[in-house]
């Protein structure tokens, strides 16, 4: 069962740069009702690529220095890292196959 780990600044590197799968990383915030809307599309993707795609959550109200350092002012931003680098990006609320179609080829 995959599971969403929370991000902040003290685990980033380790949970995001360091990873050896592509690491799917969701910035949003509680007020945010896009962010709603996409949760559980992340989640299930989250469970459905388990142990190939690692889906990480960012609180911008909790982690502002990182929704500064990966220059995100809109929420949901979704940001996709592989090898310590962000090699796609998706804002607002998109449909689950998009979020999907952003890592599916690096893990097929």
Do not use: H
Not at 12 to 28: H, K, M, R, S, Y
């Amino acid at each position: 069962m995959g599971q969403e780990v929370t991000i902040t600044g003290d685990n980033f590197e380790a949970e995001v740069l360091q990873a050896d799968t592509p690491v799917l990383v969701d910035f949003w915030a509680d007020w945010c009702g896009p962010c709603k809307m996409i949760a559980p599309a992340v989640a299930e993707l989250a469970d459905d690529y388990a142990g190939r795609v690692k889906v990480g959550k960012v609180n911008v109200d909790d982690a502002g220095d990182l929704a500064m350092k990966f220059s995100v002012v809109s929420i949901p931003t979704l940001l996709l890292f592989k090898d310590g680098s962000v090699v796609d990006q998706q804002v607002g609320a998109v449909p689950k196959a998009k979020i999907e179609g952003m890592f599916k080829e690096l893990v097929s």
